[in-house]
DNA sequence: TCAGATAATTGTAGCGCTACAAATCCTGTT
DNA sequence: AACAGGATTTGTAGCGCTACAATTATCTGA
């Protein structure tokens, strides 16, 4: 910064304004120093910017897992908004909880403004680092008990939505397809939703199958196989994912079955391949792109001081219509 | 720093070593500053580390994209590796090269350690900046001319051996379907290597199709429509993807094409999709894992000063063999 | 017991930047 | 010409941490 303000003939305070408040900077001086920067490759550092200052235009994310499409427009939404407002959005991974405790720690490290969390289901440390410290948190893909603040939809009224919908169609023998490792309430939430619906019914409620994991093809002809011992005469299955929907679609056409005649299949996440496979999945599209973008807004407007704790958006859902069903 | 370290009787300077240089502390003073830090919730400010010591931890890793799973295991590979050193991963996504150009600047800003970015495509303020300051960078994907450290496999080569694979096969009239939106070699790179093997045998090899997103299913049937109108025998596509490829087996589903024997397939990445259709698509398998791993290696080693620039390194591929060809 | 060596701990200074207050420069008025 | 009042610019101090040198504690063997 000095090498510039030495070589732009100004005080480094107006380099560092000319950056941060180019507005208190007169046009012309803003001009000059802007291209000196430039031309010496000169980018200001965040890390003494956010020391000075006790701020950060950093929000770190912490995703599950990119193995699938699942998180992509959730990811762009927030990207788009963050950048939108001038926040820096940056990534980590983590599939376990411990993971995502490391990962909660490296942007704590990091001093960011916000952090933005999948589901609701974190590990104690973790909590009490993010309690202690008072870093804005937002969850989500779930509706209840923020920890701070939350957005998503609700599991239980998606769930309830797809099984009028298979009932609807006529379907009496209804599977439901779960995820073993779930640890969040995204995931087991589901199932007494799905049974209350078919009780009510006087239908069965206990073709259940759980799978080991949600993303993979591989578990939709294990579940297949699994309910059809339940039941030979399985007429419909609500799949955890698209991505295991295709798979039992799959699955259904090497064992000769028509889909939607034998076999009624559900999916749920409007995965891309939804749209592709012959028929089409039916599906729950979870607005995912609106739930990264009001996340990114509640933190930033959270980092403002404007919203509260404890505060939940509902960014609904809708069932995409398709051949399967 | 300094409230811990008045909690446990000890100078600021042996807080910080505690965490830095565990050695230098004794057992029994790392351990009850260690406690008293987790009690009080204080996690060592990065930023104002690496302000101090000029050093940094953190490796930032620019995507292009969480679309589909062509770059998990390689992001994977990445943040294996990176933990097990000691290093952090940050990931920022960029889908065109505006968005790295945006991306490379945070991360400097930051002041990471090093940058790993995928392919050899970048913005020239992007590459002055990064030769400017002197980061460490690592191109994957890519085989050639690397800007300071790469690594990938021979697109070249890899394109070779799918051709030749469907020509052992016995097929004459093989179709190609590129990326239009590439400003990679990765992608354009494959068409003289795909048209030299042809011209040796004296086949057609012209059969080129362009698609716009190398992602989406839906490629797939628009390009195997442009290029039946080319050559209505058609009896081989070389897809870049295996998206795309999956997407043309599933046109072929639509049209009662039998594969292989009407048409064969073949797709490129080992996405998951790959072993889950019927029939499995033959595919390239880029070693993404390993390409991930050695990219961060490499960046680690160039901290510490171990590795010259121009450093390139070939993680090499192979073809897993399905029934689509 | 004590010099001499090693281990453990501790001040000092400063990393690059920004908040804040103070200083300087303009403009248009009177 | 003098001056109020706003627009610009500029010192000063300090953010939280670490490199490095200096200090103090502990141990060794004769």
Request: aromatic fraction near 8%; glycine fraction near 10%.
């Given at each position: 910064?000095?090498k510039?303000?030495?070589?732009a003939g100004?005080?480094?305070?107006?380099?560092?304004?000319?950056?941060?408040?180019?507005a208190r900077?007169?046009?012309?001086t803003?001009?000059?120093v802007?291209?000196i920067?430039?031309?010496?490759g000169?980018?200001p550092?965040?890390?003494a910017?956010?020391?000075a200052s006790?701020?950060?235009?950093?929000i770190g994310?912490?995703?599950?897992?990119?193995?699938?499409?699942?998180?992509y427009?959730y990811?762009?939404?927030?990207?788009d908004?963050?950048?939108?407002?001038g926040?820096e959005?940056?990534?980590k991974l983590?599939d376990?909880?411990e993971?995502e405790?490391?990962?909660?720690q490296?942007?704590?490290?990091l001093?960011?403004?916000?952090?933005?969390?999948?589901?609701d289901?974190?590990?104690?440390?973790?909590?009490d680092?993010?309690r202690k410290?008072?870093v804005?948190v937002?969850?989500?893909?779930?509706h209840?008990n923020?920890f701070?603040?939350?957005?998503g939809y609700?599991?239980?009224?998606a769930t309830?939505a797809?099984?009028?919908l298979?009932l609807?169609a006529g379907?009496e023998?209804?599977?439901?397809?779960?995820y073993?490792g779930?640890v969040s309430?995204?995931?087991t939430?589901?199932?007494?939703?799905?049974?209350?619906?078919?009780?009510?019914?006087?239908l069965?409620s206990?073709?259940?199958?759980?799978v080991?994991?949600a993303?993979?093809?591989?578990?939709?002809p294990?579940a297949?196989?699994?309910?059809?011992?339940?039941?030979p005469?399985?007429?419909?299955?609500l799949c955890?994912?698209?991505i295991?929907?295709?798979?039992v679609?799959?699955?259904?056409?090497?064992?000769?079955?028509k889909v939607?005649?034998r076999l009624a299949?559900?999916g749920w996440?409007?995965y891309?391949?939804a749209?592709?496979?012959?028929?089409?999945?039916t599906t729950l599209?979870?607005?995912?792109?609106?739930m990264?973008?009001e996340?990114?807004n509640?933190?930033i407007?959270r980092v403002a001081?404007?919203?509260?704790?404890g505060k939940v958006?509902?960014?609904?859902?809708?069932?995409?219509?398709?051949?399967?069903?």
């Amino acid at each position: 910064m000095h090498k510039v303000a030495a070589a732009a003939g100004v005080s480094p305070m107006t380099v560092s304004n000319t950056f941060r408040y180019p507005a208190r900077v007169q046009e012309e001086t803003r001009q000059r120093v802007r291209e000196i920067a430039a031309k010496l490759g000169y980018i200001p550092n965040h890390a003494a910017g956010n020391l000075a200052s006790g701020q950060s235009r950093v929000i770190g994310a912490v995703i599950p897992s990119i193995k699938n499409s699942s998180f992509y427009k959730y990811v762009r939404g927030m990207q788009d908004t963050a950048s939108e407002q001038g926040y820096e959005l940056v990534l980590k991974l983590a599939d376990t909880l411990e993971q995502e405790t490391a990962a909660i720690q490296t942007f704590l490290g990091l001093r960011v403004a916000g952090i933005a969390l999948v589901g609701d289901q974190h590990e104690d440390v973790a909590i009490d680092l993010m309690r202690k410290t008072g870093v804005p948190v937002v969850e989500s893909w779930v509706h209840d008990n923020p920890f701070d603040l939350a957005v998503g939809y609700s599991t239980v009224a998606a769930t309830r939505a797809m099984v009028d919908l298979l009932l609807d169609a006529g379907r009496e023998r209804i599977g439901f397809i779960g995820y073993a490792g779930a640890v969040s309430h995204r995931f087991t939430e589901r199932v007494p939703a799905f049974q209350e619906r078919l009780v009510a019914k006087g239908l069965r409620s206990d073709l259940l199958y759980l799978v080991d994991e949600a993303d993979g093809f591989g578990a939709g002809p294990k579940a297949l196989e699994g309910l059809c011992k339940l039941d030979p005469k399985l007429d419909a299955v609500l799949c955890p994912t698209d991505i295991v929907a295709a798979g039992v679609l799959f699955e259904c056409g090497r064992r000769g079955w028509k889909v939607p005649d034998r076999l009624a299949i559900a999916g749920w996440g409007d995965y891309e391949i939804a749209s592709e496979t012959t028929p089409g999945l039916t599906t729950l599209q979870p607005h995912a792109y609106e739930m990264g973008q009001e996340s990114m807004n509640m933190i930033i407007k959270r980092v403002a001081g404007k919203k509260p704790r404890g505060k939940v958006v509902d960014t609904g859902f809708h069932i995409v219509k398709r051949a399967s069903v």
